[in-house]
């Protein structure tokens, strides 16, 4: 059991804009920086397309954590999707923590498309943190 | 017919006695309210209530029921049935309109081509100990509806508060069955027996809220495009009160959960229940689903059954959000003139 | 008070006999102790069955959304607040409805009164003078009308209706001193652990009857998220999953509109604090972007709207 237990690596489902962050992740794969291959990527065209309801449904089909990943404030490749986003985001996180789902398992950064090295530390970070939360639980059906 | 006593202090020992065989489910307070559940050796059924929150409906069509799972592969599927053999439930301090109501829905769900197998197969493990009301509510209209404070309709066994004591009362060989093992229950006295009468004619007489429904059937059937349905939706939410905590209401959902099939409880007063695939709606406003409900209770049903698909328990009146009350409906139905 | 139901009749009466309006949307009184029904009057005849007490809870707004005649409406402080929420929005047209204000002083929770007798039943309840006189089969109580009002009137700072077109009575004076989010302080003061254990026994007794949605003025999507089935968002069975997830959509659906009129919890008949859900919404919307919802016709709704200076500290 205790095996099992260290065995257990986190699964994160991670949305990546197009323009930035999920160039920012090509890049981190071109120059080759090591990250941790927890993350399985779902690449949207802006992080403003990301509905509440995406990251909801992760964390019910038992994914243990999701990160959403957009352009920086002023970057957006459609000018204000990420800003929109960002509101949304925010009300999200604050309520998910309220309702007692873990605020690690829930992640959001901005990531542009030259910081390569940059989307290799974010992933590490929710890797690690949701690796010392262990198995997502609370909001998981059945 | 036989009557038996048993001092209220030792009822919970009649329960203890009946969960060495059976599952027994009873009243329990939780969090001010009232709510059936299965009762275990830390809590203690409590028989000093009004009625339950939620009909005791749930223990036999739960709100949520996986009807079969199944596993597909590329060229194959296997079915893998629900286990259908339960243990037997002993169900203590239904009341009287809520057993009754257990009647009805035998007989809507085994009538016909198809059975509810899933219900009758619980139906058929459970044995019924009723619990008489001595004090109706002034929301109680049972006795309009047939039903009585003390009826014993559906029951096995009846049980009648009768002060320092439980009388009960035999009802069929099931429940007979059910005493025998108990021993050390007193043989009722005449006074008791008195007693009991005594109560059950005084609760009678203070249910004193009543919906005359004599005509009301044949008055609906002549009613299907009357403008009254558009006056009595008007302030209806659509919401599931009503017919969620109705003893009655019975309609089902049914869904794909992973590799489940799954049943849930529906209600006809949603926007969704008579939506189809195509996208219409036959039931598209507040007004055709308040018909229907209407309908199905004091017309359709009549039709299929002969009784109201009501037992006059008084939940929906007393939780309505917005008041609405379904024996001012049928007043209006009863007070309407058409021709 | 009687003063006021005086003048709601007059107002109607003069608002349906001059043609300003079709309907009148106000309260009647109901079948039970302690309960209003909303009313709907078109006739001049039936403005007498008009009534205003402190059992007057049910939110009118709700039903002057999607209504395509010219509606009068009796709306509290909280109802009038939602109107101006559901003009910004669209979905009522501003000079379509004629808003008659009645500055509030609370409406009365009655689960408060069962509670408080132990299961007596209340056969007869008049309340006056700030005091509730309650009779039933063999008692009589007398009970302070300000321990029985509704949680989300405890601690109203907006008893006087923003917008109106007709004011019954006198403006109330404004009280400010009101803690209004000390219940979700407390609850946030716990841990992630406390807090979920909590919320997961407030809602196992949920039953999904969608009252708190169906009474909810803002929820009038035509097809709730939760009954969409192409795709199929959300399970629709009363497995903790599942009823935890339409609560935390539904709080978040309202954020930054609702403004706690405390409908959802006077219509919850399994008597689950909803409140306590959506308050979380409007603190995080005073807290973030200080914005109250529904205090004018010019305001721009939170979600709608972003500043490039918005608070970001949670984002990597």
Request: hydrophobic share 35%.
């Amino acid at each position: 059991m205790k095996n099992a237990e260290e065995k257990w690596e986190p699964k994160i489902l991670a949305f990546l804009c197009n323009w930035c962050s999920y160039a920012g992740a090509d890049l981190a794969g071109i120059s080759r920086i090591q990250y941790p291959p927890n993350i399985r990527v779902v690449r949207v065209p802006c992080s403003g397309r990301v509905n509440p309801y995406y990251i909801i449904k992760a964390l019910q089909r038992g994914w243990d954590g999701v990160l959403v990943s957009g352009c920086h404030p002023g970057d957006c490749h459609y000018i204000s999707g990420n800003l929109v986003a960002r509101r949304r985001f925010a009300v999200l996180k604050d309520l998910l923590e309220y309702f007692g789902i873990e605020p690690e398992r829930v992640n959001f950064s901005w990531v542009s498309a030259a910081e390569g090295e940059k989307f290799a530390n974010v992933v590490t970070d929710v890797v690690k943190e949701v690796k010392a939360l262990g198995p997502a639980k609370r909001l998981v059906k059945r | 017919m036989k009557w038996k006593t048993i001092e209220k202090r030792n009822f919970s020992a009649l329960v203890e006695e009946l969960a060495k065989e059976n599952e027994v489910i009873g009243p329990l307070k939780e969090k001010n309210t009232v709510t059936s559940v299965r009762i275990t050796s830390e809590n203690e059924v409590c028989l000093d209530f009004w009625n339950t929150k939620k009909p005791p409906k749930e223990v036999f069509f739960p709100q949520t029921e996986t009807l079969f799972t199944y596993r597909t592969s590329k060229n194959d599927a296997e079915i893998i049935e629900s286990p259908a053999i339960r243990k037997k439930m002993v169900l203590v301090g239904v009341r009287p309109c809520d057993s009754r109501s257990l009647v009805l829905l035998d007989k809507f769900l085994s009538s016909g081509e198809h059975k509810d197998v899933y219900y009758l197969e619980k139906r058929k493990n459970a044995t019924i100990v009723g619990l008489a009301c001595n004090h109706p509510l002034s929301t109680c209209f049972c006795t309009s509806l047939g039903g009585s404070p003390s009826g014993k309709e559906g029951m096995d066994l009846l049980l009648q508060d009768i002060n320092d004591k439980y009388l009960i009362q035999t009802v069929t060989e099931k429940g007979e069955k059910l005493l025998e093992k108990i021993s050390w229950l007193k043989d009722a006295k005449k006074a008791d027996i008195e007693k009991g009468k005594k109560l059950s004619s005084d609760a009678e007489a203070a249910v004193r809220s009543k919906v005359s429904l004599s005509d009301v059937s044949e008055k609906l059937d002549k009613m299907f495009d009357d403008p009254f349905w558009d006056q009595i939706c008007q302030k209806c939410l659509g919401c599931g009160v009503c017919t969620f905590l109705c003893p009655t209401c019975c309609c089902f959902d049914v869904l794909e959960e992973g590799e489940e099939r799954v049943r849930i409880w529906d209600s006809c007063q949603f926007l969704c229940f008579a939506l189809q695939g195509s996208g219409h709606n036959p039931r598209p406003s507040g007004k055709e689903r308040m018909r229907q409900r209407i309908m199905h209770k004091f017309n359709y049903f009549v039709k299929n059954y002969g009784k109201s698909f009501c037992v006059g328990c008084g939940r929906c009146v007393q939780e309505c959000p917005v008041n609405l009350d379904i024996r001012d409906v049928v007043k209006t139905i009863s007070a309407r003139k058409v021709e | 008070m009687e003063n006021f139901e005086d003048s709601i009749r007059e107002v109607a009466e003069k608002l349906l006999r001059d043609k300003k309006v079709d309907l009148i949307i106000g309260y009647e009184q109901g079948t039970l102790p302690l309960r209003t029904t909303p009313c709907f009057v078109e006739k001049l005849e039936d403005v007498k069955k008009l009534v205003w007490n402190a059992s007057c809870d049910a939110n009118l707004s709700k039903y002057v959304v999607g209504k395509k005649e010219k509606v009068g409406v009796v709306a509290k402080g909280c109802d009038a607040r939602l109107i101006a929420v559901c003009a910004v929005e669209n979905q009522i047209p501003r000079e379509n409805v004629v808003v008659i204000g009645v500055p509030c002083q609370g409406v009365i929770d009655r689960k408060k009164i069962e509670a408080k007798l132990e299961g007596k039943e209340v056969l007869e309840a008049v309340v006056k003078d700030e005091q509730i006189k309650v009779e039933g089969e063999g008692f009589e109580v007398v009970l302070p009308k300000k321990d029985f009002l509704c949680d989300s009137c405890h601690t109203c700072r907006h008893r006087n209706p923003p917008i109106y077109d007709v004011l019954i009575g006198e403006k109330l004076p404004q009280s400010t001193d009101k803690n209004e989010f000390a219940e979700v302080s407390s609850l946030e003061s716990k841990s992630t652990e406390e807090r979920w254990e909590h919320f997961k026994e407030e809602l196992s007794t949920c039953i999904r009857c969608y009252a708190c949605r169906n009474v909810c003025p803002l929820c009038y999507c035509k097809m709730c998220f939760v009954d969409q089935s192409m795709p199929t968002w959300f399970g629709k069975t009363n497995d903790l999953s599942d009823t935890m997830i339409y609560h935390i959509v539904r709080a978040f659906h309202v954020a930054g509109r609702c403004v706690d009129c405390g409908a959802c919890t006077r219509a919850c008949p399994m008597a689950i604090n909803l409140r306590e859900l959506v308050k979380k919404t409007e603190k995080i919307m005073k807290e973030r972007y200080n914005y109250e919802a529904g205090l004018g016709l010019e305001e721009v709704p939170p979600l709608g709207e972003f500043k490039m200076e918005d608070s970001q500290e949670f984002i990597k």
